[in-house]
T-cell receptor, first 111, second 112 residues
Framework: NAGVTQTPKFQVLKTGQSMTLQCAQD?????MYWYRQDPGMGLRLIYY???????DKGEVPNGYNVSRLNKREFSLRLESAAPSQTSVYFC??????????FGEGSRLTVL | QKEVEQNSGPLSVPEGAIASLNCTYS??????FFWYRQYSGKSPELIMS????GDKEDGRFTAQLNKASQYVSLLIRDSQPSDSATYLC????????????FGAGTRLAVHP
């Protein structure tokens, strides 16, 4: 049982470069989420998708775009990376009841 | 003001004591509340959910909810060193379908 799989697990970018974080879940969940976690800040919601075909902004959407490709996959794109986007990114999925299942996280460093 | 507020800690308790973790939230329409545990370097995992005013017990964990005061707490009885982790309070906000907002987390250290 893979659960929620995120790739890549580690990435180093230069300022201005673009990249996409991939997330896939095999639990047939309707809702998927992208959070970032910075020291002392807890988890901050970037974007979420309540169901296939919908996406909504969270607390900190600026500088990011998302695509709900299908029910399984939800990607996060940084078009022009900035040092402020250095963080650990978590993808999560849920049936919609508030119990989130998280991936292992992706550690991104922007130089 | 953050939608979900927690004391960042660290909260240090001796082994066997009761650890009390607190959380306040700003959205009066919220109906669903959760406690997640996160070990250092790991992903968060759900340990408790609560939807009604009062207490909900699960083993050594008790979640308490007071919607009038917009307050959620988690009690850990007979604390063990293995309980040392960061505890994140999460609230399913009203008006945003399946939108879950987390607090900054409280770091708990249980010392032998």
């Amino acid at each position: 049982n893979a659960g929620v799989t995120q790739t890549p697990k580690f990435q180093v970018l230069k300022t201005g470069q673009s990249m996409t974080l991939q997330c896939a879940q095999d639990m047939n969940h309707n809702s998927m989420y992208w959070y970032r976690q910075d020291p002392g800040m807890g988890l901050r919601l970037i974007y979420y998708s309540a169901s296939e075909g919908t996406t909504d902004k969270g607390e900190v959407p600026n500088g990011y775009n998302v695509s709900r490709l299908n029910k399984r996959e939800f990607s996060l794109r940084l078009e022009s990376a900035a040092p402020s986007q250095t963080s650990v990114y978590f993808c999560a999925s849920s049936v919609g009841d508030g119990e989130l299942f998280f991936g292992e996280g992706s550690r991104l460093t922007v130089l | 003001q953050k939608e979900v507020e927690q004391n960042s800690g660290p909260l240090s308790v001796p082994e066997g004591a009761i650890a009390s973790l607190n959380c306040t939230y700003s959205d009066r329409g919220s109906q669903s509340f959760f406690w997640y545990r996160q070990y250092s370097g790991k992903s968060p995992e759900l340990i408790m959910s609560i939807y009604s005013n009062g207490d909900k017990e699960d083993g050594r964990f008790t979640a308490q909810l007071n919607k009038a005061s917009q307050y959620v707490s988690l009690l850990i009885r007979d604390s063990q060193p293995s309980d040392s982790a960061t505890y994140l309070c999460a609230v399913k906000v009203s008006g945003g379908y399946n939108k879950l907002i987390f607090g900054a987390g409280t770091r708990l250290a249980v010392h032998p």
